[in-house]
């Protein structure tokens, strides 16, 4: 993961700028997050039921990815940054991304039999929604993203109440230090500080 990272932020790579790397590397990142889990409850790597229950989770992730580029493609543009949302345009990214969970639906039903997955995606797609509809008002990229991933917490928490704890906890000191270090309100829904 600590390679993945680098390979994604760090020249010469610098995936997190290059369409379709930005966003298949992070949710290779959710991967590799998927298979510690797999690993810490007794599964093996050798085992290709993971590879098969991962599969609607790197989706999930491919989409939060592919949302969060959106917002940012003024500033990318402006560092020279060809993320996906840059290179197809706000709609075409924010298509591909809703496709991403539309695509969870069957492949969490069919492939794996993963309701938890299966949720997510039917609980955030509605968050896509409004971008179709007025994709200029600048909290609807937002939602795509901010709510689809408290969504997806909240929807592990029921399975692994452990995280709900930790997820308030990193909620909690993320918004602390941006409000400190750069005194604005994130996370939030908006960009104002």
Not at 112 to 117: F, H, T
Not at 139 to 159: H, P, R
Not at 166 to 191: D, E, H, M, Q
Request: charged share 10%.
């Amino acid at each position: 993961a600590i390679v993945a990272g680098c390979i994604y932020s760090c020249k010469p790579f610098s995936l997190s700028g290059r369409p379709f790397f930005d966003f298949l590397t992070n949710a290779f990142e959710a991967g590799l997050a998927f298979g510690a889990g797999w690993c810490i409850v007794g599964g093996q790597l050798s085992d290709p039921s993971l590879y098969k229950y991962v599969i609607p989770y790197f989706l999930l992730m491919c989409a939060g990815s592919i949302s969060s580029t959106i917002p940012d493609i003024p500033g990318d543009k402006a560092h020279g940054k060809i993320t996906t949302a840059v290179c197809f345009g706000p709609k075409i990214a924010h298509c591909l991304a809703l496709l991403s969970l539309i695509i969870v639906i069957p492949v969490s039903l069919l492939l794996s039999n993963d309701y938890l997955a299966l949720s997510c995606a039917v609980l955030v797609i509605p968050t896509y929604i409004p971008y179709l509809i007025n994709a200029k008002k600048a909290v609807n990229a937002e939602l795509t993203y901010k709510a689809g991933g408290a969504i997806t917490m909240l929807a592990s928490a029921v399975v692994a109440p452990l995280l709900f704890p930790a997820g308030f906890f990193v909620f909690f000191i993320t918004w602390l230090y941006f409000r400190k270090r750069y005194n604005i309100a994130y996370p939030s829904l908006n960009r104002n500080p």
